[in-house]
């Protein structure tokens, strides 16, 4: 009778020395930061991380936004990559060119180093023949003499206001590139989706911190997911931003944006990667693969990559 007993004498002991600490540990891996739960990696855990304050942090970030801001005030070089492509992923139109900015007595003005040309990438009246590449001259060619910027970024918010057709939809672009996981006004049909820390969209998302080197720089890894079949309630899909785990400044990111809508559809993925240029922080390299579907408009297949440095 001893000996039968013993077997589960046994599995009781190991189960009250290891199973609880098993489940305690279970429990201590994921938070609950309003109506989010949070998983935490074990480093993360024994880092002893403030998860609020963490998450408050990145709700309200501004370096990210601020980082291209700061593009304003520099002189730097860039090399330019963008390539319009087909239904089978052939490039049909491309452009690689290379430019610098410069910058004296408040203004700043662009200087093409190289340039080649591919395609119908122009039109007859050497414009831009497809919205992708009008976007992209929108937010790194400079078009003239500029003067008066500053880098400054608190009071200073994307508006559609008096605009309208490309130019308002450009404003909207810049909301999802450079505010991604902000509420963005003036977004039809998704303004409140694009607010994915917001504990309204805690739903829709699998949450989770790590930390990790990023280009020899130890970083807190925030990674926000879409849960499987949520997908058509949410803009953003996937985002995941390395955050310096000293100064909080975003390191990188990545994200995924899609949505789908009566007048346009889109699917897009971005990598920033940051660097700096003395104290200020500057995306040095800027990647996207992107699908769009604008009513009255074809669709384009565009990817670009630039190339940011010698920033002075």
């Known amino acids: 009778m001893i000996f039968k007993i013993m077997p589960f004498f046994i599995v009781t002991m190991l189960f009250n020395c290891y199973g609880q600490d098993s489940l305690q540990h279970a ?4 938070v609950e930061v309003g109506k989010k739960t949070i998983m935490l990696s074990e480093v993360v855990i024994d880092n002893k991380l403030n998860v609020p304050s963490f998450i408050n942090r990145i709700k309200n970030d ?37 430019t610098k900015q ?15 040309a591919t395609g119908d990438f122009y039109d007859e009246h050497n414009q831009y023949n497809y919205y992708t590449a009008n976007m992209y001259a929108s937010l790194f060619f400079t078009n003239g003499r500029i003067c008066g910027e500053d880098n400054i970024v608190t009071g200073k918010e994307f508006s559609t206001e008096g605009k309208s057709g490309m130019e ?6 810049k909301m999802l590139f450079f505010n991604p996981g902000k509420r963005i006004k003036g977004l039809p049909f998704m303004s409140s989706k694009t607010a994915i820390y917001d504990d309204e969209m805690a739903e829709y998302y699998d949450m989770s911190i790590d930390m990790d080197d990023y280009n020899s720089t130890s970083c807190y890894i925030f990674k926000q997911k879409v849960k499987e079949g949520k997908e058509a309630d949410v803009v953003v899909d996937e985002m995941i931003t390395w955050f310096n785990d000293k100064t909080y400044e975003v390191v990188a990111r990545t994200y995924t944006i899609s949505y789908s809508a009566m007048v346009y559809d ?3 993925s971005m990598e920033v ?10 995306p040095s390299l800027i990647r996207y693969n992107g699908n769009w579907k604008a009513v009255f408009k074809k669709r384009e297949r565009g990817v670009f990559t630039a190339t940011l440095f010698d920033f002075k």
């Open 27 to 30: 429990a201590d891996s994921s």
């Open 62 to 98: 501004s370096t990210f936004y601020k980082a291209f801001r700061n593009l304003r005030i520099l002189n730097y070089a860039a090399i330019n990559d963008i390539r319009m492509n087909d239904k089978k992923g052939n490039p049909q139109a491309t452009l690689y060119s290379k």
């Open 102 to 116: 410069l910058r004296d007595s408040n203004c700043r003005r662009m200087e093409v180093t190289e340039e080649q």
């Open 168 to 173: 308002k939809h450009k404003e909207q672009l």
């Open 266 to 268: 889109f699917k897009v």
């Open 273 to 282: 990667q940051m660097t700096h240029a003395g104290e200020l922080l500057v």
